[in-house]
């Protein structure tokens, strides 16, 4: 087995994959204990959507991009604004600007965000095994969300809560693993670093 080793910036740009990380699983975990039914739609989640699991994200991506990072600067940049997009969906119609969407509307959002992030899980097979697991569960997650909005089916949408916690748990773990592993200079939380030949 080869030894996992932290990643240390070299470049003077400090890393923002963890702020990515952490700021995606954060919200994606708050709105999935919703999705999960133990709490409606509220303005927490809605700023955590605006302000850390979007605009956050934007920004990681940005600093991605300064750091040459393609698959860094796509998927924050992109995962941001669903972010954003999913909180102009919720508000748009209250505001009187749209109408709300219909559930195959939302399928259709939905399963093209799965589709996009099933094409980025391939990324992730030269990245680590906690990115492919943040990436493949999140696949499932939006499969699973298409499911509940397509049938309708609460149960459905109750298990994909409860994925939907799992995926952004996942997340936090490989944000707070890229933190802590750069702060010791050694493996605290293991990744599962990929061998790239």
């Known amino acids: ?82 972010w954003l997009s999913l909180v102009g969906l919720l508000v748009m119609p209250k505001l009187g600007w749209a109408a709300k969407p219909s559930e195959g509307a939302m399928c259709c959002y939905l399963g093209i965000w799965g589709v996009f992030t099933f094409c980025l899980f391939f990324g992730t097979l030269r990245l680590s095994r906690a990115l492919q697991f943040v990436f493949a569960s999140l696949t499932v997650l939006f499969a699973l969300l298409v499911w509940g909005d397509a049938t309708g089916n609460a149960s459905v949408k109750q298990l994909a809560g409860y994925e939907g916690i799992l995926c952004g748990s996942s997340a936090i773990y490989t944000g707070i693993a890229g933190v802590l592993n750069e702060v010791y200079g050694k493996v605290v939380l293991p990744v599962g670093t990929v061998v790239k030949v």
Request: with cysteine; hydrophobic share 50%; proline share 5%.
């Open 1 to 82: 087995m080869i030894p996992q080793q932290p990643v240390a910036a070299t470049d003077g740009i400090a890393n923002p994959a963890p702020l990515g990380l952490c700021a995606f699983g954060l919200t994606t975990v708050l709105l999935n204990i919703h999705n999960a039914g133990f709490f409606e739609i509220n303005a927490m989640i809605l700023a955590m959507g605006i302000f850390y699991g979007g605009l956050a994200q934007v920004i990681a991506g940005i600093i991605e991009a300064k750091k040459n990072n393609t698959f860094g600067l796509t998927a924050f940049t992109s995962y941001g604004f669903f």
